[in-house]
C-alpha cells in the first residue's frame, strides 16, 4: 500500500530524491511564477530563512524558561514591528503562527474585553467591511459571534455603513492596510474617530501591509496614517512570513496596552499537570519560525527592507502601467504589493487559466471579475514577461469564460 508507513524506513538521500521531485509539478515560484502564496525576496533571504529555522527547528516557544533565547527573540520581534507600526508607550503584542492565528487572538481578546470590562451577556456581533478577510469569518464561527460584512464605498471600507450597522453587541470593527482582494488601504482615520466617538474597538488587519506599508512610506510612498498612530486603533494584526519575508508560520499581534492584551491570555489551572499559560492559541510554538523571523529582521534592517520594499513598488509601477496600456483598468489606487485589474471585454478568469497553462499561479476578483497580484522582489526581474505573456493569454481568452478552477479557484 502505498499510504502506509514504509515498514523499514528508507535512506534520507533517497527520500530527498523523491521530494525533489514530487515538487517538479509545482509552481516555479524560484523563476517567480507565483504571485500568490510566495514572498520570493531572492536566494540571499531564502538561506537566512532556512539556517535560522534549522538552528532552532527543535527548540519550543512554549518553555521561555527553558529557552530564553526565543523569549529575547520574540520579545525583540515584537519591539520591532511596534516601533514600525507606531505603538505607543506601553503597547504590547505576541507572535503567532499566521494572519488567522493573530486575527483570532485578536477577536478573542475584544470578546473577553466585551464580556469582562464591559459585562455584556448574550449574543455579540462583530462588523466589518465586505472586503475583510474570512479569518474573522473563521475566528467568529469558533466563538459563536455573529458576522457582520457592510458594503463597500469605491472598493474601500464604508465608516457610515459600518457605523449603521454597529449595535450594542458590536465587540470589534474592522479596517484593512490594505484588503487583500483590491490591495487598497481603508480610510482607518475615518474608521478611528467612529471607534472613539463610539467608544468601539478597532482592529487594522495590516496582515498584508504592517511589514510593507512603513517601508513604502519611508521610501517616498503616499501611505496614508493606518496603524498605531490613528488614536482609535486599538489591535491590529501583521504577518511576518508575508512582506516580512520570514518563513512560514510567523505573524504578530498588537494590542494599543497591556490591558488590552490580557484579554489574549489563556490561563488554565484544573487539570494534573499544573496551571498552563499560553498567550495565544497554540501550546508548542515552533522555534524555527520565531528564529527565523528574527534572523530575517536581524539581517535585513531598515535598508534591507526598503531595498527589497522599493523592489516591490517598481514592479507593481511596471505592471500597473502595462495592463493600463492594454485595456484594463486598475482598481482603486493601490499603493503597496497587491494589484488587481479588470476587463470588461474578455473574461478575466479565462485569461487567468491561460496564464496557468504558462505557468502562472496568480490570483482573481469576483466582484468585478479581474486578476490580482501579490508581488515580492522577484517580480521586478519578470513584468516585462508578464506582460508578454499576459498579452498572449488575453488573446487565447477572446470568446472564452473560465471558472478558475484549473487554477484551484473556484468561487
Ligand atoms: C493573508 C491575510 C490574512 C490571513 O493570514 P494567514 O497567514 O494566511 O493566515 C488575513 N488578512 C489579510 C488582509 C491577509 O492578506
Known amino acids: 500500500m502505498e499510504q502506509a508507513l514504509s515498514p523499514h524506513g528508507a535512506p534520507w538521500a533517497a527520500t530527498r530524491a523523491r521530494m525533489v521531485e514530487m515538487a517538479a509539478g509545482d509552481v516555479k515560484w524560484r523563476d517567480g511564477k507565483a504571485a500568490v ?81 464591559r459585562g455584556r451577556q448574550g449574543p455579540l456581533n462583530l462588523v466589518l467591511p465586505h472586503s475583510a478577510h474570512p479569518a474573522f469569518d473563521k475566528a467568529c464561527l469558533v466563538m459563536e459571534i ?56 478597532l482592529h487594522v488587519d495590516a496582515c498584508v501591509g504592517g511589514y510593507i506599508a512603513p517601508f513604502v512610506r519611508m521610501n517616498g510612498g503616499d501611505v496614508p496614517p493606518f496603524d498605531f498612530e490613528v488614536p482609535g486603533v486599538r489591535s491590529m494584526s501583521a504577518d511576518l512570513h508575508k512582506y516580512g519575508y520570514c518563513a512560514k508560520g510567523a505573524s504578530t499581534v498588537f494590542f494599543r496596552s497591556e490591558d488590552l492584551k490580557k484579554h489574549m491570555i489563556f490561563q488554565v489551572g484544573d487539570w494534573p499537570a499544573g496551571p498552563m499559560t499560553t498567550p495565544t492559541l497554540a501550546g508548542t510554538r515552533p522555534g524555527g519560525a520565531i528564529a527565523a523571523a528574527w534572523a530575517v529582521m536581524q539581517v535585513l534592517g531598515v535598508d534591507g527592507y526598503r531595498a527589497k520594499h ?102
Not at 474601500?156 to 455603513?161: V, Y
Open 146 to 201: 455573529e458576522v457582520r460584512r457592510t458594503p463597500l464605498k469605491d472598493f474601500l471600507a464604508d465608516p457610515q455603513a459600518i457605523e449603521a450597522a454597529v449595535d450594542d453587541a458590536t465587540i470589534m470593527i474592522v479596517g484593512s492596510a490594505p484588503c487583500f482582494p483590491f490591495g487598497l488601504i481603508d480610510p482607518i482615520e475615518a474608521l478611528g474617530a467612529l471607534a472613539l466617538r463610539r467608544d468601539l474597538w
Open 37 to 117: 502564496y510566495v514572498f520570493n525576496a531572492g536566494e540571499d533571504v531564502e538561506r537566512v530563512q532556512k539556517e535560522a529555522y534549522a538552528l532552532f527547528a527543535s527548540e519550543n516557544g512554549l518553555g521561555p524558561a527553558a529557552f530564553p533565547s526565543l523569549a529575547r527573540m520574540e520579545r525583540e520581534v515584537v519591539a520591532a514591528g511596534l516601533a514600525l507600526l507606531h505603538g505607543p508607550e506601553g503597547a504590547a503584542g505576541s507572535m503567532t503562527s499566521g494572519g488567522t492565528d493573530s486575527i483570532l487572538m485578536a477577536v478573542k481578546a475584544a470578546r473577553d474585553y466585551a464580556r469582562k470590562v
Open 310 to 411: 522599493g523592489e516591490v513598488t517598481r514592479a507593481r509601477e511596471i505592471i500597473e502601467a502595462g495592463v493600463r496600456a492594454r485595456g484594463f483598468s486598475v482598481v482603486g489606487a493601490p499603493r503597496l504589493g497587491i494589484l488587481a485589474f479588470t476587463r470588461e471585454d474578455v473574461d478575466c478568469l479565462a485569461i487567468l487559466g491561460k496564464l496557468y497553462e504558462r505557468g502562472w499561479v496568480t490570483s482573481a476578483i469576483t466582484r468585478p471579475r479581474g486578476l490580482h497580484l501579490m508581488l515580492s522582489p522577484v517580480h521586478l526581474t519578470v513584468a516585462d514577461r508578464y506582460l508578454d505573456d499576459l498579452d498572449w493569454a488575453t488573446q487565447a481568452a477572446r470568446g472564452q469564460s473560465g471558472t478558475g478552477a484549473d487554477v484551484g479557484y473556484a468561487r
